[in-house]
Nanobody, 127 residues
Framework: QVQLVESGGGLVQTGGSLRLSCTAS????????MGWFRQAPGKEREFVAA????????VYADSVKGRFTISRDNAKNTVYLQMNSLKPEDTAVYYC????????????????????WGQGTQVTVSS
């Protein structure tokens, strides 16, 4: 079992920045590829970014490419999402997720392929 706890959400103005953190407990963090998803009211959960177990490979949704950066610190069992140049359309609940993939670089934007989820953290961008 892996428990994921997100933090760092909040209210920010358009153009501002936030850094989300997700800390994992339980089984070896480095066995997991990590992902960030978000869900706005009335919309489906959508992929934001993912990072391989080593941190060497990352993928992003087109809507956040060049503005968001995903990273991880395996020594701290934590994955981050640095969000810059925020827009009102980035407003959503952001979820951290983990996919068991030891030693493999397999990144997916499909939510159903992730094994564990956090409870989410609200990000609100005011116009």
């Amino acid at each position: 079992q892996v428990q994921l706890v997100e933090s760092g959400g909040g209210l920010v103005q358009t153009g501002g920045s936030l850094r989300l953190s997700c800390t994992a407990s339980g089984r070896a963090f480095s066995y997991y590829a990590m992902g960030w998803f978000r869900q706005a009211p009335g919309k489906e959960r959508e992929f934001v970014a993912a990072i391989s177990w080593s941190g060497g490979t990352t993928v992003y949704a087109d809507s956040v490419k060049g503005r968001f950066t995903i990273s991880r610190d395996n020594a701290k069992n934590t994955v981050y999402l640095q969000m810059n140049s925020l827009k009102p359309e980035d407003t959503a609940v952001y979820y951290c997720s983990a996919r068991y993939s030891p030693g493999r670089v397999v990144l997916t934007p499909k939510a159903y392929e992730y094994d564990y989820w956090g409870q989410g953290t609200q990000v609100t961008v005011s116009s």
